[in-house]
């Protein structure tokens, strides 16, 4: 009797993270140092196996995760891409769902008060374990190409933000030095994609700017910016 093809060993799957905010204006990404082989020791990816008894999907296993290493909930978060294969991981064949997070730095103050997580500029983070440096790379391509046409760069600055603090989000988020002003703020007006709030006002250099906010949670431009 032909009998059915059968793996000669567990897959591994799990959901990784890449939870990027601004820090001192650059782009940081979120790490974990590694207690356990593989790769005892190194900085990688928020990450974590599904459990099949618990999460009741995937989108499941990587909030848990999430709430589970910072202590947190509520990110923005949108699944990325998958990522599979027999080398990726030395224990075995492994598939991993990848994320990306966002999040302002604010938020994330408890949570870098312990040894768990910590910051790296993303153009500063070396030697990353299993292909966590390839699914970074992914990541950060996600949110400069669609960041370039919907408000989802936003989603760093914390509820309430000046325009002088929007502008400079989005020229961290797409890698850019310069997005010109008045073509950004014409943009923003012709669209309707904030609202001032009434009666605040932020002190920067000694002068006082309108703070606005997002009228919705991601909004999408006809063009690129």
């Not at 970074?136 to 046409?149: E, H, P, W």
Request: charge should be neutral; avoid cysteine; aromatic fraction near 6%.
């Amino acid at each position: 009797m032909i009998q059915p093809d059968r793996p000669d060993h567990k897959q591994i799957v799990t959901a990784d993270v890449v939870l990027l905010t601004v820090m001192e204006g650059r782009l940081a990404v979120g790490l974990i140092t590694r207690e356990n082989a593989p790769f005892a020791g190194r900085g990688a990816l928020i990450g974590g196996y599904v459990h099949a008894d618990q999460d009741r999907n995937i989108d499941a296993t990587a909030a848990r995760v999430l709430r589970q290493k910072t202590g947190l909930e509520g990110f923005f978060i949108e699944q990325l891409s998958t990522f599979s294969g027999p080398k990726r991981d030395p224990r075995g064949w492994s598939v991993s769902v990848a994320y990306l997070a966002l999040t302002p730095l604010e938020r994330l103050t408890g949570a870098l008060d312990g040894d768990a997580l910590s910051l790296t500029p993303v153009d500063e983070v070396r030697d990353m374990p299993f292909d966590h440096a390839e699914i970074l790379t992914a990541a950060v391509d996600r949110l400069r190409s669609k960041g370039a046409y919907s408000t989802l760069p936003a989603r760093l600055l914390p509820e309430v933000f000046t325009l002088s603090e929007l502008q400079a989000t989005y020229q961290i988020a797409l890698g850019v030095p310069r997005i010109d002003k008045s073509s950004f703020r014409r943009k923003l007006n012709e669209l309707a994609l904030i609202e001032p709030i009434e009666g605040m006002r932020a002190e920067t250099g000694g002068r006082q700017a309108q703070l606005y906010r997002l009228r919705q949670a991601i909004s999408v431009f006809e063009r690129r910016l």
